[in-house]
Structures are given as C-alpha cells and as structure tokens.
C-alpha cells in the first residue's frame, strides 16, 4: 500500500480539465510545501512535471498546474489532449525514514 | 543535457546479488544528491535509497535497509546500488534519479532487475 493516496483512474475528453488528487498526512504533504507529480509514459522514465506543490520546470506546458489544502495536494490538467494520456504520481518529501514517499499513481485516460 | 544511464540488471536468484551503476552527464554529479527509485512490474514507484553529494548521508527504505548499499564514485560521475541477498519482491525496474533538494528532476530509463530461480 502507497503512502500517498490517489484515485486509480480518472478520465476527460479532449479540451476538458481534470484533477487529480493526492491525499497523505501532516508528516509529507500536509507539512511540507515538497509536492511533486510525475507523468510517466508506457516504456519510460517519469518526467517531472511539477515541483514544490505549484513550479512548472522549464519546458512544462502551463495547462499544467498544482495546488494543496491541508494533507491534499492536486494535480490540474486543463484543454486535455491526446498526448496527456499517461500515468501520474504525486511524491512528497516526509519526516519519516522513508525520506520520500509516492503516490499509487492514477491512469489518466483521454476519451 | 542531463543523462542518466542506467546498467547492470538482469536475471538473478533468490538469495542472489547485483551491482547496478548509474552513468551520469551533462551536469556536475559531485554537486548533487541521488536517489534510486524502482517499479515492479505493473506497479507504482518506490523511493529505495539516497546518498549526499559527498556520499556522508544516506537513507535507505525499510523494505531493503541491511540488504542493499547505495555508492558513488565523484571521480567517475556514477552512482552504484549494490544488491544482496535479493528476494522476489525486489524484481522491478531501478531507475537512477537527480535530487534536486525538494523534488528529484531527472531519471534515467530504467534497469530491470528480475530475481527468480
């Protein structure tokens, strides 16, 4: 079981927003603004797509956006398209040993 | 251009050992921390360890602390994660991450170690 909970699928059509979520506890995400969230292609490495809950690394396009409230933290992907359709997971910086924890990952399904 | 490359995985035993390595580029290495991070087949991410720029600091999830040990040598810009007494839940893909302090930015493609008799 993933430290970090996420929904296992969520699903929009083109153009459309979703979100997805990622629900920890007061010792990852709720206490430290250290969110990250991946996106990972069938075959690849994951590429980091939003650090420190709401940074866009260079080169992100900015229908990508991130958010938290309290232990939750939110991925935001607006005017959907087909190239999004992949796999998503939220980390979190942690005070526990585990040092870094992730999320389950949630399989974003463009229609 | 950061790239990370990854060898080392193969076909192992239980009970076995393997040394994966981590070729890095495009950025100095001795400035920066590293993870490794795997994906069993199917499955999701899971940090599995972490060393300093210098190599003085490490962390180690409780799912492989006293069986693995993670290296680096500054002088050759690579990463080592030397794996003993593997077991079948260690099979997954092992990819060499770049800390950048609050996130972990780049990762290379991944090496997949699979232990079965």
């Known amino acids: 079981q993933s430290a970090l909970t996420q929904p296992a699928s969520v699903s929009g059509s083109p153009g459309q927003s979703i979100t997805i979520s990622c629900t920890g506890t007061s010792s990852d995400v709720g206490g430290y603004n250290y969110v990250s969230w991946y996106q990972q292609h069938p075959g690849k490495a994951p590429k980091l797509m939003i650090y420190d809950v709401n940074k866009r690394p260079s080169g992100v396009s900015n229908r990508f956006s991130g958010s938290k409230s309290g232990n939750t933290a939110s991925l935001t992907i607006s005017g959907l398209q087909a190239e999004d359709e992949a796999d998503y997971y939220c980390s979190s910086y942690t005070s526990s040993s585990t040092f870094r924890v992730f999320g389950g990952g949630t399989k974003l399904t463009v229609l | 251009e950061v790239q990370l490359v990854e060898s080392g995985g193969g076909l192992v035993q239980p009970g076995g050992s393997l040394r994966l390595s981590c070729a890095a580029s495009g950025f100095t290495f001795s400035s920066y921390e590293m993870n490794w991070v795997r994906q069993a087949p199917g499955k999701g991410l899971e940090w599995v360890s972490y060393i300093s720029s210098s190599g003085s600091t490490i962390y180690y999830a409780d799912s492989v602390k006293g069986r693995f040990t993670i290296s680096r040598d500054n002088a050759k810009n690579s990463l080592y994660l030397q794996m003993n007494s593997l077991r079948a839940e260690d099979t997954a893909v092992y990819y060499c991450?770049?800390?950048?302090?609050?996130?972990?930015?780049?990762w290379g493609q991944g090496t997949l170690v699979t232990v079965s008799s």
């Open positions: 991450a770049r800390d950048r302090v609050t996130t972990v930015d780049y």
